[in-house]
């Protein structure tokens, strides 16, 4: 695997359309790294408005960590602000977006 692409994983971010998120995986699959180096991405993101880092979640569709005072909490508000729904700290395939 090759070396973290991280402004390339940062410009993903944007492009993730309201309503959709991604996971660790497939975003590591994309830029041929591991999952870990692109969690690695998210908890330095020093600029999460720019880079919205609360649309990655875990490969399994659950709600995973997310680097802020409030942490998981503001993570669940935003993705519902975006209009996904979350059951059982799950997401739907059907938000998916590569």
Known sequence: ????PTLQILSFLQTIPKGKVSTYKLIADKFGCHPRAVAKVMRYNKDPITYPCYKVIAHS??????????GVEEKIEKLEKDGIEIINWTIDKKYYFV
């Open 61 to 70: 569709w659950k709600i995973s960590w997310y680097n802020t005072a409030r």
């Open 1 to 4: 695997m090759n070396t973290t």
